[in-house]
């Protein structure tokens, strides 16, 4: 990655059309993320070519461009050569015919971008639940210990709270009011409303003026606070039309709480919990069916989903399966043998290639991989650049979620599975889990490693000054 991060950014910009292409940017943990205007004037070939850019993924007007771990770096970069003001600017986005394929195209877009945002918060969460659990293990602190108390508290804050986390990214989404967003999730998570659907789920009836509600659960859920964010984005362009002008500053947010709320307890609320219900299900009941298989599977097209960004879906289905369960098994552990498969054909890349830069790419990608289970750069910079590295994941990422499932591992946390985070796969109750966990771990480094070098690749020749990409030369002339 070139350390000259106004460079690297500047190419992106020039690339993409200009500043004022851009309507909306954001990141994530390796990938920058842009909505622009109009797709006329980019220059897809000479984006992926910027040195700094692993790789591009395309969704209709929403480019992702991944960057690796320094992503905040070029983030911080690009955002000072846009206008003052130009990311608050309404998305200018063509309309488009109806289609399935753009349904579910827009339904993905919007759940990956709500939750992209949030994994940091999830991660960090997970890693202190973690914690307290090592540190109960271990005999350091007992369960009665207000100091492990407090720090499950820590722990679970993210998940308690996650519709009000939800409907806050989303708004930005939608390009809805954030406060009224959370104002209204917060009904969902009181501490009155959740006693009141304890009560219900009881057999005391429960209504509201006459309605009857359904008894839900809504912390640790993402899709009800989702979808009540995308009407009430509806529903505040609605009451704003309506609403006299000298009456906004009370009326406007005092309707729009009084509607969108009860449609969000009544309809909204039950019917995205019976969704994210059903995803769920329909996963682990193929688990559930096909056992071992379906980790092994999962394993073995895990880096695919990574590149087209839908890996993001399982999100929802992980977090509600933990908080239901306690642990998952099926998504958590087939990314072992994914991630460190990455890894360890990095590894082999960096040991065979004649290519200095290759090699000390190959070399922190694997690092990345293998010690934080961040997998971008060596997905991008290293297997999908080389071809045969791809295959030799695959057929690793296969064989060991085979592993994986066999043994029962299950995850307690949804931390990319690396080095560092291997606890999350600890079963207190299991002892042998940690003898499974770090073989699966081997396992896959050193079969991935061999693999890669058993398939080879054609080597990357060493490039001459004078071949450096004229785009980044330029930039560096301006900077």
């Not at 202190?128 to 369960?143: C, F, N, Q, R």
């Not at 090699?359 to 010690?371: E, K």
């Not at 990319?416 to 396992?443: C, E, H, R």
Request: aromatic share 8%.
């Amino acid at each position: 990655m070139s350390k000259n991060y106004v460079a690297v950014s500047r190419a992106i910009v020039d690339a993409i059309g200009g500043s004022e292409n851009i309507t909306a940017i954001t990141h994530c943990m390796t990938r920058l993320r842009l909505v622009l205007k109009s797709d006329k004037p980019v220059d897809l070939a000479r984006l992926k070519s910027i040195d700094g850019v692993l790789g591009v993924v395309k969704m209709d007007l929403q480019y992702q461009i991944i960057i690796g771990n320094t992503v905040s770096k070029v983030y911080e970069q690009v955002i000072k050569l846009l206008p003052e003001g130009a990311v608050q600017e309404t998305q200018l986005i063509a309309k488009k015919s109806w289609s399935f394929r753009r349904v579910g195209s827009d339904i993905l877009d919007a759940l990956i971008s709500t939750m992209s945002p949030l994994i940091p918060a999830i991660i960090g969460a997970s890693m202190v639940k973690l914690l307290a659990m090592i540190l109960e293990m271990s005999g350091i602190l007992t369960k009665s210990s207000s100091t492990f108390i407090l720090l499950n508290v820590i722990g679970d804050g993210a998940f308690f709270f996650l519709p009000i986390m939800v409907a806050a990214s989303a708004a930005l989404k939608f390009k809805t009011n954030m406060s009224l967003a959370i104002a209204i999730s917060g009904v969902l998570v009181h501490p009155a409303f959740i006693e009141l659907m304890a009560k219900a789920a009881q057999g005391q009836p429960v209504d509201f003026i006459g309605i009857s509600i359904t008894p839900v659960k809504y912390t640790y859920t993402v899709i009800p606070a989702l979808c009540m964010t995308w009407i009430l984005s509806y529903i505040e362009k609605w009451i704003d039309k309506i609403t006299p002008a000298v009456t906004k500053n009370f009326l406007k947010p005092m309707l729009i709480v009084l509607i969108a709320s009860p449609i969000a307890i009544i309809l909204i609320g039950p019917m995205g919990v019976w969704i994210g219900s059903g995803i769920s299900a329909l996963v682990y009941t193929i688990h559930d069916y096909l056992g071992w298989l379906s980790v092994a599977i999962m394993g073995a097209i895990w880096p695919l989903l990574v590149m087209t960004g839908m890996h993001r879906v399982f999100t929802p289905t992980i977090i509600q399966t933990i908080a239901e369960t306690g642990k998952e098994g099926m998504v958590m552990p087939s990314e072992i043998g994914a991630n460190l498969s990455l890894g360890g054909s990095s590894l082999a890349v960096a040991w065979r290639t004649k290519n200095p830069e290759l090699r000390q790419t190959a070399l922190a990608a694997a690092a990345s991989a293998i010690v934080a289970g961040i997998t971008e750069p060596a997905l991008y910079g290293v297997v999908i650049r080389l071809k045969k590295p791809l295959i030799a994941c695959l057929i690793t990422g296969f064989f060991c979620g085979a592993i994986a499932g066999i043994g029962g591992l299950a995850s307690h946390s949804m931390a990319a599975p690396g080095l560092f985070t291997s606890v999350q796969f600890f079963d207190p109750q299991n002892p042998m889990s940690i003898v499974w966990v770090f073989g699966v771990m081997i396992l896959s480094v050193v079969m991935s490693f061999i693999v890669t070098l058993l398939l080879g690749f054609e080597d990357i020749p060493v490039e001459k000054q004078d071949d450096k990409p004229k785009q980044v030369a330029q930039a560096l002339s301006r900077s």
